[in-house]
């Protein structure tokens, strides 16, 4: 295996140290060095020249997982074994590429966080400093956000070591550890679960509202609706159900079984509801297959591989 | 303004009220509702409560306190079940970064209830752990499908002394190799990382089963129905289930598959589903009751205008 | 222990595991074919979209008006292929609007969609000669969080009061709060939702909804670039083909399980092995359809490779990842 891809391997080699050395923080601060570097490349790079490379980091980025998907897999692979010949010799670098290739994306998902926060506060500073309509809740969200960080890395720090442990008994917890609940779960969760609430309003607002009989196509949708909003309360699938036994006798072989509520609604959901689903489904991932090779393949004008 | 065109166009603020006040009466009127278990709960019930003691279940844990109504219950009554039967827990976020502050959280809550019952609380290490969150659901899913050694490597948890180890030296994971070592892979979402995994991790040879909220409920039942899951809760009528079966089990009649199955008569088993499942009874009563007032004052209006 | 398995069969290609690959490529082959029909100059049919017939409309009762226009290019965290459609549109949007001088909001929820956005949305402007009228505080970033983002945008539409609302991509719990809250000022809205479990709600509040694969046509019935076109007419072709597969399957099901069919079956299928059933005959179950089986690969446990180990390898002590 040739050295540059050496990384795919699970041992120590040039491209990874051991966790809280000094050699491993130099080549960080190496790969930092280059990867800015590169990036002020890239940013000076001839216009002409921006479509190429796009378009080639994006065909090798897919080509990846193109390959782990069609590549020929390695057959039960033991931990410690090497490859037969040459196509198990691509087969298990791939194998062993794809954890580094998961961690790219959870590095790449690491720096959004890091971009997101400077985006808030490119935004906020700004509305403050040029004093915009309601910049004071400008203030309040970066006050919000700096309180959460440091109180939320001061609870962390408590926590750990052996006094840590005891921190899972409220009883044991310090001011901090009941500020950081206190804005956790006092007001942050409780904050989600008050707007994802207002959707209860919403709901009744918009069935009274859409729930009409127009036409032909808005009575199937109000009666289906009503069917399966009324088999979601016990009280009434118990009363109607315990009505179709008053009539059947509680006759397990009746054909007026078909008529409960849990069957009509079943019915509804695995016939009709399940297979419009499925068919919606299919189509938004064949949409999403094709989408995803104009992308791979820069075939896409515009947003992707555009001018 | 007629009679018809007043129904049809009741204000907002009116309706808005009326749902406050009808969501508080079971506040203060507890009422018991009947209910039968739906059968993707209760093969969800059969299925945890047939996984063996000391066995290790891997938990996909999506939710935050937004969907506490329903996700909450559901990760409570699967608590519950793997604490009293002494199954073992490994849990990873990839929905939300505030998920596994929430799931051990709502674990310590238990363990409280435990504490008060003079029952040993359920260990971290030893019984649960956490592997943290995982900021791309995709590569996550196929990351454990693929090598979940590889996966959660690297990942740390606190011991009950409160050193930070690597996962696979607890007793939790110390024996998974793959994913199929763990006995069943349940998802409690409510967004799409329901769909994600299982078009990931179906057919790696762990049983998969999911909770999810009533939103997603019409999505995740085809894949219940195809028999790609081996149990599905959904929405708040999926806690109710769970809770009743957890008090009175599955009796025969409920189930032709599973015959009987024990519960846990007398143990504190009611929880959000109990408690709220009247609520959205009169809350659905509502709905149904303004949209036929809506359509009464449709057909008014349409017989002044003839 | 079987050593003499080739290793370009691969361990997803064992059994019937080549029918997933083997499809895929087959719906590739029907998009890429199309793709090039496309482009040697074949005019090809789209059917009418409503919602996309709308936008013109919906941008001039907003110019009429004087309002805004209000784009949401969903929930998602990273530039997938949904916010790239989803960007396409609100550039056909953006171009509309800057013709008629009309201000436009762009609302996003992460900051990579901020930044391409921003760069879409400018280049827009750029392109129709109108550069110096781009402002750039019309796109911003809200939040990354749900209900965070869902509380922003609600609170920009009812300050803004925007005319006309497009809510195009990744939605989930708060699509609702959206449509209700562009409905109770009044705007024209035009929705689409990846998640289906959200087109209901976008259909009870929305006035146009692209539902289902309607969004990612959106893009080649507005622009007619060939590439797109012929995309779209390769993903019909995969329709047909998917229909087809489930065609062959009903009738194949219907002749092993319907009436008339063998209904005692003397030999299973039981880790990738027909093997004669114990006990004796026994009723047949879906699982031991033809079709079932196609699309169901099963692992042979005794499938065992013998490969030379690494003199150098060291085996993690006592559990430890890899």
Known sequence: ?307 | MSLGEKLMSIPKWVLYLILIVVASVPLFIKIPVPNTPLEPAIDLYGTLMNIPEGSTVLIASDWTKSTRGESNGHFDALMKILMRKKIKACIYSSGDPQAPQVARDAIGVLNMERKAKGLPPYQRWNDWITVGYFPNAEACANAIANNVRVAFGGKTDYTPEGTSRDVFQSPVLKDIRKVSDFKLMMVITASKTSNITIERVYGKGVDLAMMVTGVMGPESLPYYSSGQLKGLAVGLKGVYDLEQMLESGITPGMSAKWGTVPGFPGDSNIGNGTRYYPTLHFCLTLLILAVIVGNVGMALSRKKAA | ?322
């Open chain 1, 1 to 307: 295996m040739s050295q540059l891809f050496l990384q795919a391997q699970p041992q120590l080699n040039f491209w990874n140290g051991l966790n809280g050395t000094t050699g491993l923080w130099i080549k960080i601060l190496i790969g930092l060095a280059l990867g800015v570097g590169l990036i002020f490349a890239l940013m000076s790079a001839p216009t002409q020249t921006r479509r190429p490379i796009v378009a080639f980091v994006t065909f090798i980025s897919g080509l990846f997982y193109v390959l782990y998907f069609f590549f020929p897999r390695p057959i039960d692979r033991q931990p410690g074994e090497l490859p037969l010949d040459f196509v198990e010799s691509v087969s298990f670098y791939i194998d062993d590429a794809f954890g580094v290739v998961t961690d790219f994306t959870a590095i790449l998902s690491g720096l959004l966080l890091g971009l997101g926060i400077y985006s808030l506060l490119h935004v906020h500073v700004k509305r403050i400093i040029k004093a915009h309509q309601n910049w004071f809740f400008s203030v309040v969200l970066l006050v919000s956000m700096f309180m959460m960080t440091i109180v939320g890395y001061w609870d962390w720090i408590t926590r750990r070591g052996e006094a840590g442990a005891s921190l899972d008994d409220p009883a044991n917890w310090s001011a901090i550890n009941y500020t950081k609940d206190l804005m956790f779960d006092g007001l942050l969760q409780a904050m989600d679960a008050a707007m994802f609430s207002i959707i209860a309003f919403y709901i009744l607002s918009a069935a009274y509202r859409a729930f009409r009989v127009r036409s032909v196509e808005a009575t199937i949708l109000l009666a289906t609706a009503l069917i399966v909003i009324l088999s979601l309360m016990g009280a009434v699938e118990f009363l109607w159900n315990g009505m179709i036994d008053g009539m059947t006798g509680k006759d397990p072989g009746s054909v007026v079984n078909n008529l409960k509520l849990t069957e009509i609604s079943k019915w509804l959901r695995d016939t009709v509801q399940g297979a419009a689903i499925r068919g919606i489904d299919f189509g938004v991932g064949i949409g999403a297959l094709a989408m995803g090779l104009r992308l791979w393949l820069s075939l896409e004008r515009g947003t992707g591989g555009g001018n």
């Open chain 3, 1 to 322: 222990m079987l050593s003499q398995v080739s290793s370009w069969r691969g361990e997803q290609y064992l059994d019937t595991g080549w029918v997933p690959p083997a499809f895929t490529l087959l719906l590739c082959i029907w998009v890429l074919l199309n793709i090039r029909r496309a482009g040697t100059g074949k005019d090809l049919f789209i059917r009418r979209i409503a919602g996309l017939n709308a936008i013109d409309e919906a941008v001039g009762r907003a110019t009429e008006m004087g309002k805004p226009v209000l784009m949401v290019p969903g929930l998602s965290d990273t530039v997938n292929a949904i916010v790239v459609q989803a960007l396409n549109i609100f550039s056909y949007v953006a171009r509309i609007a800057a013709r008629f001088s009309n201000p436009i909001l762009v609302c996003c929820y992460s900051a990579p969609i901020f930044t391409v956005g921003q760069e879409v949305i400018r280049d827009v402007y750029n392109e129709e000669g109108l550069g110096d009228k781009f402002d750039p505080d019309s796109v911003r970033f809200i939040s990354d969080r749900q209900f965070a983002f869902a509380a922003g945008v609600s609170g920009i539409l009812l300050r803004e009061k925007a005319a006309a609302t497009f809510f195009m991509g990744e939605f989930y719990a708060e699509s609702l709060i959206f449509a209700e809250t562009a409905n109770s000022i009044g705007a024209i809205q035009i929705a689409s939702s990846t998640e289906s479990t959200q087109t209901p709600f976008f259909i009870a509040a929305c006035d146009y909804v692209l539902i289902g694969d309607e969004f990612y046509a959106a893009s080649a019935y507005l622009t007619r670039q060939p590439v797109l076109v012929g995309s779209l007419v390769g993903q019909d072709w995969c329709k047909l083909t998917v229909a087809l597969t489930v065609l062959i399957g009903v009738l194949a099901n219907t002749i092993q399980l319907g009436p008339g069919s063998h209904k005692m079956i003397t030999q299973e299928k039981r880790d990738a092995k027909f093997v004669n059933v114990e006990g004796g005959p026994r009723p047949i179950t879906p699982d031991d359809t033809f079709m079932s089986q196609l699309f169901r690969k099963q692992s042979d446990p005794e499938l065992v490779i013998e490969r030379p180990i690494d003199p150098t390898f060291v085996p993690p002590a006592d559990g430890g990842g890899e």
